[in-house]
């Protein structure tokens, strides 16, 4: 594929003792953008590989000396890194064999070699060999945020200690530890999300959003202690995973990805949670970023979990996130309104989303949250003495007591202005209107997937 991921001016090292190979192969591999060495034997090679840093090293297997599957175990132990792919003319099983076993070869190709199979396995080597890097920084980071918090956590366990000296409250004392160390990791965890953040653009960015909505959830249903933080630390780190992702993958419509690219997609929420295992607080919020993308009729995954089986907050992160990245043209190949969103959700209720929990999920964000996730550039708010005729209602308006005086979608004229201006004074209340600029459209209808 083109759009394999590889470091830019990657080195090769190409090594055989004929020079018409090694002429063959820099033809081949002219106009690509690597950095290209030649070697006419092991010696030279493991001479050459003490003085410059190379990325990937393709050798003969036979050659006079030292043979390529020697020099590819001595790669392999002193520089590991380094992939390595071993070209033979000839049927040698043995050779071949001790390739694999003691140079751990990438892969071996036959001579004479298919040029586009050549090329694709550099790339894909090169690929692999990036991702592992971007991995094991990755693990370092996550290893470091974990010293962090440790040395945070040993702090705030001495302030304990000094205050139930002082104040001789001992079980009041490790109460209110424990609760700032939930409220600490809590805060730690969005702050770590902004590195997906700095990954993509403004308009692009979800975490914010996600985690007012999960957090507006838990608190209309009263949901406190450890199951809200979990999901508040989930809704903030769901799309870690994403980190290795190249900016192209990044950007693309999840229905309009390749296959390839589909496949590490569904990988992203496993790979998320690998990543905070290290972490022993932000274990179960890693469990519920791990099964976000499963589905109420088990088609999702990466476990294909079906009904309740899956977790609670699982099901209710995969309803924020989805309804915050249609919103965001993450999903559909164009931006979906705030109302166009509910409606297809609302559409796949029982299939992709748990019925009853969909059903609460809507209505908080109709009733409750009708500012959450506000996303629209056509919708504005105003107070009632800026209203003009014309004007669409884009949010249901309710009275302080809860009463609905007018549904969304409504057409504003001037005598209703003026009613709801006459109602506003006599309450002795202030209401703001989310509206439509008149010149814009209504609804547009919903699309399929």
């Not at 003792?17 to 090679?45: C, F, H, I, K, M």
């Not at 249901?396 to 007018?406: E, P, S, T």
Request: proline share 4%; glycine share 6%.
């Amino acid at each position: 594929m083109n759009d394999i991921a590889t470091p830019p001016q990657a080195t090769l090292l190409l090594v055989d003792d004929e020079e018409n190979v090694l002429n063959s192969l820099r033809r081949l591999l002219r106009g690509s953008p690597y950095q290209v060495l030649t070697a006419s034997g092991g010696e030279a090679a493991l001479e050459l590989l003490e003085r410059q840093h190379v990325d990937l090293i393709v050798s003969d297997a036979r050659m006079p000396g030292m043979n390529g599957a020697v020099l590819l175990a001595q790669v392999q132990k002193r520089w590991p890194e380094c992939m390595r792919i071993m070209l033979t003319g000839y049927a040698d099983l043995g050779t071949t064999i001790a390739a694999i076993n003691e140079g751990q070869i990438y892969r071996y190709i036959s001579k004479p070699w298919d040029d586009e199979e050549l090329r694709l396995s550099i790339r894909q080597a090169l690929a692999f060999q990036f991702s592992e890097r971007e991995r094991k920084r990755l693990e370092q980071l996550t290893r470091e945020q974990n010293e962090r918090l440790l040395e945070f956590n040993a702090t705030l366990e001495q302030r304990v200690r000094d205050r139930t000296a002082e104040l001789q409250q001992t079980a009041d004392m490790l109460d209110l530890a424990y609760a700032e160390l939930r409220h600490g990791y809590v805060t730690a965890t969005e702050v770590f999300a902004n590195l997906v953040n700095r990954r993509v653009s403004k308009e692009r960015q979800t975490n914010t959003q996600v985690i007012a909505l999960v957090r507006a959830y838990a608190e209309l249903h009263q949901l406190g202690g450890a199951e809200a933080d979990d999901m508040a630390m989930a809704a903030a780190l769901y799309n870690i995973g994403k980190l290795t992702w190249d900016d192209q993958l990044l950007g693309r419509p999840a229905d309009l990805l390749y296959r390839d690219e589909r496949a590490r997609y569904q990988q992203y929420p496993a790979l998320g949670e690998s990543l905070l295992m290290a972490l022993e607080p932000i274990k179960d919020a890693g469990r519920l970023i791990l099964h976000h993308q499963e589905r109420w009729n088990g088609t999702g995954f990466p476990d294909k979990l079906k009904g309740e089986a899956i977790p609670f907050g699982s099901r209710l992160l995969k309803l924020a996130v989805d309804f915050i990245e249609l919103q965001r043209g993450m999903i559909l190949d164009r931006r979906l309104g705030r109302v166009e969103a509910m409606q297809l959700i609302e559409k796949y209720a029982g299939r992709i989303y748990d019925p009853q929990l969909c059903k609460d999920f809507l209505q908080m964000c109709r009733e409750h949250a009708p500012d959450l996730a506000l996303d629209d550039p056509d919708v504005i708010p105003l107070d009632i003495r800026r209203l003009e005729p014309g004007m669409i209602l884009a949010r249901n308006l309710h009275a302080d007591n809860g009463m609905l005086l007018l549904n969304e979608g409504k057409q504003l004229t001037r005598p209703l202005i003026d009613k709801l201006a006459a109602f506003e004074a006599t309450e002795e209340a202030h209401y703001t209107l989310f509206v439509r600029k008149p010149e814009q459209p209504d609804e547009v209808e919903v699309g399929t997937r």
